[in-house]
T-cell receptor
Framework: DAGVIQSPRHEVTEMGQEVTLRCKPI?????LFWYRQTMMRGLELLIY????????DSGMPEDRFSAKMPNASFSTLKIQPSEPRDSAVYFC????????????FGAGTRLSVL | SQELEQSPQSLIVQEGKNLTINCTSS?????LYWYKQKYGEGLIFLMM?????EEKSHEKITAKLDEKKQQSSLHITASQPSHAGIYLC??????????FGPGTRLSVLP
């Protein structure tokens, strides 16, 4: 298996632009997590899906952030409009059935908002 | 996450030395996971501990979960430059909640 695949690896955009991050989980995994990592706040869970349904989105910073999982093999995290404080590394992870199992991480998307 | 604390924040050791990283929680941990992250990469799973007093080893890395299930330690024996990176503990703290510690940055000098 190729593991969790994220795209793009790097994204540079200007403030106010829409940003879409993509994730393909490991085949057969039914839980998917989006995290944000910064020096100041460390690794933060943004949202967690189970069987394509959002279970916990309490970590989503504000309405500018939205996440979807239209099917078991694809998820997106969208920021609209983007702001400089959104600059961070965004990770996607997948696991078998929930947070009580080992999570496998993608390589991350490094986002810079100018 | 404030639920999990790690110490030390960073560590520099000479190759061949032993070291220990700690992860502490104020809440009971229903599962404790150790991950390693290299710069610019995602997290790699190392070990999972679920029972109080449990200890697991893989190569030169040993992880333990204390009896009260509120503290875990990660011990590296005879460290090598390949052990360098950021070590993060993650924990299932009940319900749907999973949190990570702030990480410990390890440098191993050759």
């Amino acid at each position: 298996d190729a593991g969790v695949i994220q795209s793009p690896r790097h994204e540079v955009t200007e403030m106010g632009q829409e940003v879409t991050l993509r994730c393909k989980p490991i085949s057969g995994h039914n839980s998917l997590f989006w995290y944000r990592q910064t020096m100041m706040r460390g690794l933060e869970l943004l949202i967690y899906f189970n069987n394509n349904v959002p279970i916990d989105d309490s970590g989503m910073p504000e309405d500018r952030f939205s996440a979807k999982m239209p099917n078991a093999s694809f998820s997106t995290l969208k920021i609209q409009p983007s702001e400089p404080r959104d600059s961070a590394v965004y990770f996607c992870a997948s696991s078998l059935t929930g947070g009580k199992n080992i999570q496998y991480f993608g390589a991350g998307t490094r986002l810079s908002v100018l | 996450s404030q639920e999990l604390e790690q110490s030390p924040q960073s560590l520099i050791v000479q190759e061949g030395k032993n070291l220990t990283i700690n992860c502490t929680s104020s809440k009971t941990l229903y599962g404790l996971y150790w991950y390693k992250q290299k710069y610019g990469e995602g997290l790699i799973f190392l070990m999972m501990l679920q029972k109080g007093g449990e200890e697991k080893s893989h190569e030169k890395i040993t992880a333990k979960l204390d009896e009260k299930k509120q503290q875990s330690s990660l011990h590296i024996t005879a460290s090598q430059p390949s052990h360098a990176g950021i070590y993060l503990c993650g924990a299932d703290i009940g319900g749907q909640n999973f949190v990570f510690g702030p990480g410990t940055r390890l440098s191993v000098l050759p």
